[in-house]
């Protein structure tokens, strides 16, 4: 699961001309330590939900890494 | 095949709007309103890969998720979504009924603010630079006795409109109002003579709106022709200055 979601979140990086991340773990910050603004983050959303039909920020923020793997194992 | 999403597509500006896509651009069209398929059936015979009717109720502001992800994004990826639905709730505001005033708030505000999420969802998921436009109406400018409630409703998208075009703007998402003066549509059905003639009386072509220039500049916004239009209203009223 965590490497399903790192993988789309460098892909997004790499898009926006971003350095990719090595080495990821679950109390990473997506906006401090993951460089997502607002708007990336609607993007990881939706990524997110086409690959595993949950939306994350539906019922509530989401802050970290950890986080959004613990909304997508439904926890 | 891009698509654009058209609600009220079964009338009035609407079937319009519709005809006018299919018949100018490119694009298929995904028409939504509480009609069946008869209603539309014209459309569906000329165009039967480019046009598809969903009946739904935009009253049901609750049920739009499913109806985007059970329907709207099985058809295709997302281009366009002209909010074009509304309900018209006329009375003084002394007799503000507040049942009345919540079901056009559902399908004047809440739906086309709900059917936006999901048409920018959409578009961020495909990458796709695509044009949303609201129909709003002059009666959100100019005063006119019996209409608010209806007015304060296009105001809200207006406003909307103007605060989503900064949002999305950097991802090249466009949100945009057509404005259109009183038309000869089901709309303004209830109105008499004499009380249309008044209004026209105001506008300074002294005739009413219409319904095909309306429906061009629709199109128009949502063409690449507009592509550096954004956060503004177009007035197509027949100058009511």
């Known amino acids: ?75 | 095949m891009k698509w654009v999403i058209v609600t009220g597509d079964s009338k009035g500006l609407g079937k319009e709007i519709v005809g006018k896509i299919l018949s100018d651009t490119e694009f298929g069209v995904v028409g939504i309103s509480r009609s069946n398929e008869e209603s539309v059936k014209e459309l569906l015979d000329k165009y039967p890969n480019r046009f598809k009717h969903i009946s739904f109720d935009l009253e049901k502001v609750a049920d739009i998720k499913e109806l985007y992800i059970k329907q709207i994004r099985k058809i295709g990826p997302i281009y366009g979504l002209v909010n074009n639905s509304a309900y018209a709730y006329d009375d003084i505001v002394s007799n503000l009924n507040v049942e009345n005033l919540e079901r056009m708030y559902k399908v004047n505000v809440f739906s086309p603010m709900h059917l936006t999420k999901y048409a920018i969802r959409d578009m961020l998921l495909n990458k796709i630079e695509g044009s949303i436009v609201h129909i709003s109406s002059v009666s959100a400018h100019t005063g006119y006795k019996g209409l608010s409630m209806y007015a304060s409703t296009k105001g809200a998208m207006e406003a909307f409109s103007k605060n989503t075009a900064r949002e999305w703007g950097a991802r090249g998402i466009r949100s945009n109002c057509v404005v259109p003066g009183f038309m000869e549509t089901s709309m303004s059905a209830s109105l008499t003579n004499e009380q249309k003639d008044r209004i026209y009386k105001r506008t300074s072509m002294k005739k009413e709106t219409d319904v095909e220039s309306v429906a061009n500049s629709v199109v128009f916004l949502l063409s690449e022709k507009a592509r550096s239009i954004t956060g503004t209203a177009i007035h197509v009223d027949n100058g009511t200055i």
């Open chain 1, 1 to 75: 699961m965590i490497n399903k979601v790192a993988n789309i979140i460098n892909e997004m990086l790499e898009e926006t001309g971003q350095d990719k991340v090595e080495n990821f773990d679950p109390s990473m910050s997506l906006r401090d330590e993951l460089n997502l603004d607002s708007l990336m983050l609607a993007e990881l959303t939706v990524r997110l939900e086409d690959e595993f039909g949950v939306d994350i920020f539906e019922d509530g923020v989401v802050r970290t890494l950890g986080e959004v793997i613990a909304k997508l194992e439904g926890k």
